[in-house]
Nanobody
Framework: QVQLVESGGGSVQAGGSLRLSCAAS???????MGWFRQAPGKEREGVAT????????YYADSVKGRFTISQDNAKNTVYLQMNSLKPEDSGMYYC???????????????????WGQGTQVTVSS
């Protein structure tokens, strides 16, 4: 099993920044980690994904140029730096991880074996 613990959520005004962290622990090997979000009444959507140890990164079009996903292998932690936040970025943000990534389906959540409990992000206008 793999445990994922998110932190860093909060409330911020539009145009502000937040950094989310996701710490992974456990016995099973994972090869990629990502962030998803879900707003009330909306479907879950992929935000960004990164291969552990290097490789391609994937971003939703809506966050390109504003969000950056990164990793610290020594700490088994993935970060999501969110800048120029907009009210539509509000939602529960979930960290997810898996072993086999399907690039064409990364944003659907398919292939992600483990999920965190989520951290709330609220952006006010």
């Amino acid at each position: 099993q793999v445990q994922l613990v998110e932190s860093g959520g909060g409330s911020v005004q539009a145009g502000g920044s937040l950094r989310l962290s996701c710490a992974a622990s456990g016995d099973n090997k994972i090869f990629f980690m990502g962030w998803f979000r879900q707003a009330p009444g909306k479907e879950r959507e992929g935000v960004a994904t990164i291969y552990i140890g290097g490789g391609p990164t994937y971003y939703a079009d809506s966050v390109k140029g504003r969000f950056t996903i990164s990793q610290d292998n020594a700490k088994n932690t993935v970060y999501l730096q969110m800048n120029s936040l907009k009210p539509e970025d509000s939602g529960m943000y979930y960290c997810a991880a898996g072993r086999v990534l399907y690039p064409s389906r990364w944003s659907t959540g398919y292939g992600y074996d483990y999920w965190g409990q989520g951290t709330q992000v609220t952006v006010s206008s």
